[in-house]
């Protein structure tokens, strides 16, 4: 027998979204739980995400009129998942269960009090398959006060966003320059938090919000929460997980756990070994993931015998990065650059290759894919002044003048025509302003016959809903022409270990190891390589910590 330093019924590694989900379960029948977190923060990669969490046929939908069963998701999945030998986190056992329990989690969590409540409008990313919704399926925090969590505020890893309101608010003030309700909505906000400041109160959205609530509702319950205290090892006796090895303090302590084991620590964006093996051409210096984000606890649980697989998909976040931007933690997004009206992508011989708009998952692979052929790690981002002029780059507010520093480091390109433009990128002219000229004739006829961006309800919603007739298309026409690089970026890793459909870790030959869970980004997803709409990585983070918890909770009653 194993002597452990102490013993808890259950142990979580990693303080990210499925933790404290599966702390709430074990503490609703008197269990206790002990969450381990390496880092000096709560909250993971979800904090600083836009924290949102996809989660099909949900109350807030019921709530709100919105028509949606386990049967339409559950088609849509088989349409945008699929089934495929060589993703096997992505079963249709596992997605079923997934639509069973999606729903469950978020009622129970409104149970233990977290405020939740959902994006008015937010299309799936493939609407228009069947079984898609044009509305969405996402779950969202209301805002949230960092004063509720006393001496835990401190200790909340901070949102992305700057500014904290409702999410549907906040997505609605890129566009304060072409719409008086954006403009009313950025000033509402700006009055908000200034009054909240005066106030003594620290409010914020997003991921923070969320997980600002779940740390609230656990420690009411009485989860134990470490930080500071990496795992480096799990304890395996008689072929059983039984426990971990943790630091605290410069000390190393085993510690126990009678029901079991789950690992929640994230994927591997920081690990440039383990993208240069399974991710050959992706970079670490692209990544919006927290800094502890290094993949021990999948070599680890890879050690003790479990399978992995999807080791290949990644969360893309297409990013650019400006001069003075190479270690902010969030680097600038392009999604909405290029899917916006007067701007496209190409690669490095100036041909426009994909649908810009759609899932940031498929845009990004789609590069890597184009990479395999034509040179298009990093694309080119082209767009006009009427762009520069109506919207938000890169963390500026619309309008010509940029950063000097932009220009003179050669970051920015710009030149008074298409042609001078392709010069500047050692792009073949002629090809350049053919795409473009080619791209103009589709605003023109409002229909984009390459790749058909702007005919599905989520390409419309990336745009700007003020352009019209197309909020998706518009011309690029109008000098200066500018263009800037596109990284196949990214918020998360998507492939991990094999779990089965109560969340248990599987080996090599599909057999379960006892006492080992696992879910987030650990795991090989249960979406497979697809994205199906906002949330599809922290929905299903949540939720096998749920499915976790309630499965060793049945296991120790039997």
Same mark, same amino acid.
């Given at each position: 027998?194993?002597?452990?330093?102490? $013993?808890?019924?259950?142990? !979580? +590694? *990693?303080?990210?979204?499925?933790?404290?989900? /599966?702390?709430?379960?074990? &503490? #609703?029948?008197?269990?206790?739980?002990?969450?381990?977190?390496?880092?000096?923060?709560?909250?993971?990669?979800?904090?600083?995400?836009?924290?949102?969490?996809?989660?099909?046929?949900?109350?807030?939908?019921?709530?709100?009129?919105?028509?949606?069963?386990?049967?339409?998701?559950? $088609?849509?999945?088989?349409? !945008? +998942? *699929?089934?495929?030998?060589?993703?096997?986190? /992505?079963?249709?056992?596992? &997605? #079923?269960?997934?639509?069973?329990?999606?729903?469950?989690?978020?009622?129970?969590?409104?149970?233990?009090?977290?405020?939740?409540?959902?994006?008015?409008?937010?299309?799936?990313?493939?609407?228009?398959?069947?079984?898609?919704?044009?509305?969405?399926?996402?779950?969202?925090?209301?805002?949230?006060?960092?004063?509720?969590? *006393?001496?835990?505020?401190?200790?909340?890893?901070?949102?992305?966003?700057?500014?904290?309101?409702?999410?549907?608010?906040?997505?609605?003030?890129?566009?304060?320059?072409?719409?008086?309700?954006?403009?009313?909505?950025?000033?509402?906000?700006?009055?908000?938090?200034?009054?909240?400041?005066?106030?003594?109160?620290?409010?914020?959205?997003?991921?923070?919000?969320?997980?600002?609530?779940?740390?609230?509702?656990?420690?009411?319950?009485?989860?134990?929460?470490?930080?500071?205290?990496?795992?480096?090892?799990?304890?395996?006796?008689?072929?059983?997980?039984?426990?971990?090895?943790?630091?605290?303090?410069?000390?190393?302590?085993?510690?126990?756990?009678?029901?079991?084991?789950?690992?929640?620590?994230?994927?591997?964006?920081?690990?440039?070994?383990?993208?240069?093996?399974?991710?050959?051409?992706?970079?670490?210096?692209?990544?919006?993931?927290?800094?502890?984000?290094?993949?021990?606890?999948?070599?680890?649980?890879?050690?003790?015998?479990?399978?992995?697989?999807?080791?290949?998909?990644?969360?893309?976040?297409?990013?650019?990065?400006?001069?003075?931007?190479?270690?902010?933690?969030?680097?600038?997004?392009?999604?909405?650059?290029?899917?916006?009206?007067?701007?496209?992508?190409?690669?490095?011989?100036?041909?426009?290759?994909?649908?810009?708009?759609?899932?940031?998952?498929?845009?990004?692979?789609?590069?890597?894919?184009?990479?395999?052929?034509?040179?298009?790690?990093?694309?080119?981002?082209?767009?006009?002044?009427?762009?520069?002029?109506?919207?938000?780059?890169?963390?500026?507010?619309?309008?010509?003048?940029?950063?000097?520093?932009?220009?003179?480091?050669?970051?920015?390109?710009?030149?008074?025509?298409?042609?001078?433009?392709?010069?500047?990128?050692?792009?073949?002219?002629?090809?350049?302003?053919?795409?473009?000229?080619?791209?103009?004739?589709?605003?023109?006829?409002?229909?984009?016959?390459?790749?058909?961006?702007?005919?599905?309800?989520?390409?419309?919603?990336?745009?700007?809903?003020?352009?019209?007739?197309?909020?998706?298309?518009?011309?690029?026409?109008?000098?200066?022409?500018?263009?800037?690089?596109?990284?196949?970026?990214?918020?998360?890793?998507?492939?991990?270990?094999?779990?089965?459909?109560?969340?248990?870790?599987?080996?090599?030959?599909?057999?379960?190891?006892?006492?080992?869970?696992?879910?987030?980004?650990?795991?090989?997803?249960?979406?497979?390589?697809?994205?199906?709409?906002?949330?599809?990585?922290?929905?299903?983070?949540?939720?096998?910590?749920?499915?976790?918890?309630?499965?060793?909770?049945?296991?120790?009653?039997?």
């Amino acid at each position: 027998m194993n002597s452990f330093d102490e $013993t808890r019924d259950f142990v !979580v +590694v *990693g303080c990210g979204g499925g933790s404290m989900c /599966a702390g709430l379960v074990m &503490r #609703n029948s008197d269990k206790d739980i002990l969450i381990l977190e390496k880092s000096n923060l709560v909250g993971g990669t979800t904090a600083r995400s836009g924290g949102v969490m996809w989660i099909p046929n949900n109350q807030f939908m019921h709530r709100d009129g919105i028509a949606d069963s386990f049967e339409k998701a559950s $088609t849509y999945l088989d349409q !945008v +998942v *699929g089934d495929f030998d060589d993703q096997p986190g /992505a079963t249709k056992a596992r &997605r #079923n269960t997934y639509l069973e329990q999606a729903p469950a989690m978020v009622d129970f969590l409104v149970k233990q009090g977290v405020e939740l409540t959902r994006v008015a409008y937010w299309p799936d990313y493939y609407d228009e398959l069947p079984g898609g919704s044009e509305a969405g399926r996402t779950v969202v925090a209301k805002v949230f006060d960092c004063n509720e969590l *006393g001496e835990w505020a401190n200790k909340l890893r901070p949102s992305f966003a700057p500014l904290a309101g409702p999410l549907d608010e906040l997505l609605m003030i890129p566009n304060f320059k072409q719409s008086w309700r954006s403009k009313f909505i950025m000033l509402k906000t700006v009055l908000y938090n200034l009054g909240a400041k005066l106030r003594g109160k620290k409010p914020v959205a997003c991921g923070a919000a969320l997980q600002g609530r779940m740390l609230k509702a656990a420690l009411q319950v009485g989860v134990e929460i470490r930080l500071n205290s990496p795992v480096s090892e799990l304890i395996v006796e008689d072929g059983a997980v039984t426990g971990v090895v943790t630091q605290e303090g410069g000390k190393t302590k085993r510690v126990g756990a009678r029901l079991g084991v789950l690992i929640n620590a994230g994927g591997f964006s920081h690990n440039q070994a383990m993208r240069d093996r399974f991710q050959p051409g992706t970079s670490a210096k692209w990544t919006n993931t927290i800094e502890t984000d290094t993949g021990e606890m999948i070599q680890e649980m890879i050690k003790q015998g479990a399978a992995v697989a999807q080791m290949d998909a990644f969360v893309g976040y297409q990013t650019t990065i400006p001069p003075g931007c190479e270690d902010n933690p969030v680097k600038p997004a392009m999604q909405a650059v290029t899917a916006a009206p007067h701007a496209i992508l190409v690669d490095q011989t100036g041909v426009r290759y994909m649908n810009e708009g759609g899932s940031y998952m498929a845009y990004c692979r789609g590069m890597l894919e184009r990479h395999k052929t034509y040179p298009a790690v990093p694309s080119w981002a082209i767009f006009d002044s009427q762009y520069i002029t109506k919207y938000m780059f890169a963390g500026t507010m619309p309008g010509a003048k940029k950063p000097a520093n932009w220009l003179e480091s050669g970051y920015l390109k710009k030149a008074d025509s298409i042609e001078q433009l392709a010069d500047l990128l050692a792009i073949e002219p002629g090809v350049l302003s053919a795409t473009v000229n080619r791209f103009n004739g589709f605003v023109a006829n409002n229909h984009d016959e390459d790749f058909n961006r702007g005919a599905r309800a989520y390409d419309r919603w990336l745009g700007d809903p003020c352009h019209q007739p197309s909020a998706s298309l518009g011309s690029i026409s109008q000098g200066p022409f500018y263009a800037v690089e596109v990284y196949p970026g990214d918020v998360g890793t998507y492939g991990g270990v094999v779990t089965d459909s109560d969340a248990r870790v599987l080996d090599e030959s599909g057999k379960v190891i006892p006492g080992l869970y696992a879910t987030g980004i650990s795991t090989a997803s249960v979406m497979g390589r697809s994205y199906p709409g906002a949330g599809s990585s922290v929905g299903p983070s949540f939720v096998w910590g749920y499915v976790a918890a309630k499965h060793a909770l049945l296991n120790a009653n039997r």
